[in-house]
């Protein structure tokens, strides 16, 4: 009963852990569109190295919640649902600001060209041909 009552503490601990980062990469998410609705543009390598990482620990965070999940039988406690189901809820507003984000930095960047679009021919049969004999 003891090792029970430990596996579902670290589940639990794992989940509201997991709760807290989905809320981080949240806030990180909200910043980066504001800065992108007021100037337009995010210049800093920083951001990216930053979104990098917190989709790294993101990662790592998911993994520890599978793995306290498989080590044993886990009651799903109103509190352990509700720490889940918050972290699926800031998944997804994240998911969809960082969509909304991704097309203001299109917007920007499609606005903010020189106003040419460049289209490019239609390559010939016998270039497609010699471009994939070249990748052999």
Same mark, same amino acid.
């Given at each position: ?40 543009? @995010?210049?800093? /390598?920083? +951001? #990216?190295? =930053?979104?990098?990482? %917190?989709?790294?620990?993101? $990662?790592?965070? *998911? ?21 889940? @189901?918050?972290? /699926?809820? +800031? #998944?997804? =507003?994240?998911?969809? %600001?960082?969509?909304?984000? $991704?097309?203001? *930095? ?31």
């Amino acid at each position: 009963m003891r090792i029970e009552s430990q596996t579902s503490s670290s589940v639990v601990e794992a989940v509201f852990a997991h709760s807290a980062l989905c809320e981080e990469v949240y806030s990180f998410l909200l910043e980066e569109n504001r800065v992108l609705r007021s100037s337009g543009r @995010l210049m800093q /390598q920083g +951001i #990216l190295d =930053k979104k990098k990482m %917190l989709l790294g620990a993101l $990662e790592e965070s *998911l993994g520890r919640v599978k793995v306290a999940a498989r080590a044993g039988k886990i009651a799903k406690t109103p509190a352990l649902r509700a720490a889940s @189901l918050k972290a /699926q809820r +800031i #998944l997804l =507003k994240s998911m969809l %600001l960082d969509k909304e984000n $991704e097309q203001l *930095l299109l917007k920007h960047a499609l606005s903010s060209s020189s106003g040419e679009v460049h289209i490019l021919p239609k390559p010939t049969a016998n270039q497609v041909r010699r471009r994939y004999e070249g990748q052999n």
